[in-house]
């Protein structure tokens, strides 16, 4: 017999979201930055919980594993090389785990922190492909570079462009709309960027989550993703103009949108 699966977005914080994916029996968690939230929603539904998976230290998203460990039936996974509340399986990139009969790949995406990791499930039994990239990709942006640099960030953002167009990206933060503002600065022109905004404001007016959002959407709308577009290597340009070439590198143009974004308002 097959489950069918549920995904959900279990708000947390400000904007935070802990992704629950369950079978209708058991579930599994990623990121659980704080428990009471996911105890309601494994209580209000019945939900045994499986395992947890983390994409990083950053207490938003490791904060409430201790308090989830009591009703936890399985393991804690994580980054090899990260500081976190153990016990913990450790994991490498090219690793692979099983939960509810899923086959989760970890993807090495470092540059927010050092040894983020990410997990992919290409198998979804009748439904997309699925991603948890924590703070790596966020819909029309990306995190910021804490830990890495900027080479080693877009060699990451790279990786998880490289995922089928279909994966459903679940992303650990509400930041769309914000993105978004920032985006259409660096990229007036596109017009499926303008539709996808106009999309997002009506599904946050609504009160809903933008997430998960395809990946072949964020190819199309996320700046980050754009680096080789004349667009976007403009706009860098426009904004450095004493500091890049005539013909700026995909990671130079990275370099540029990431820090004037980090002063954008
Ligand atoms: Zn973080
Ligand atoms: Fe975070």
New binding site residues.
């Given amino acids: 017999m097959t489950l069918s699966l549920t995904l959900t977005p279990v708000p947390a914080f400000d904007d935070?979201y802990l992704w629950l994916l369950d079978n209708g029996h058991k579930a599994l968690v990623v990121d659980p930055?704080d428990a009471a939230p996911v105890l309601a929603a494994l209580d209000a539904r019945g939900l045994t919980l499986a395992g947890i998976l983390l994409t990083h230290h950053?207490g938003?998203?490791v904060g409430g594993v201790n308090a989830l460990r009591a009703r936890l039936q399985g393991p804690v996974y994580g980054p090899a090389s990260e500081k976190l509340p153990e016990p913990v399986q450790r994991l490498h990139g090219g690793d692979a785990i099983e939960l509810l009969g899923l086959r989760f790949a970890v993807l090495d995406v470092p540059g927010h922190t050092a040894g983020h990791i990410a997990y992919f499930v290409a198998q979804v039994p009748g439904d997309a492909p699925l991603l948890f990239c924590?703070?790596t990709l966020f819909s029309g942006g990306c995190?910021r570079v804490f830990e890495g640099t900027p080479s080693q960030m877009h060699a990451s953002l790279q990786a998880l462009a490289a995922l089928p167009s279909t994966t459903r990206v679940c992303c650990?933060?509400e930041y769309t709309l914000s993105n978004l503002r920032f985006a259409r600065e660096v990229d007036p022109a596109n017009t499926a960027l303008a539709a996808y905004a106009a999309q997002c404001e009506a599904t946050r007016a609504a009160g809903r989550p933008t997430l998960p959002v395809p990946l072949g959407t964020e190819l199309r709308i996320n700046p980050f993703l754009r680096c080789t577009e004349p667009a976007l290597q403009d706009a860098a340009r426009r904004h450095a103009p004493l500091k890049l070439p005539a013909a700026p590198s995909p990671v130079d143009v990275f370099a540029t949108l990431r820090e004037w974004k980090n002063g954008f308002r």
């Fill in positions: 935070n930055g950053h938003d998203h924590g703070d995190g650990a933060h």
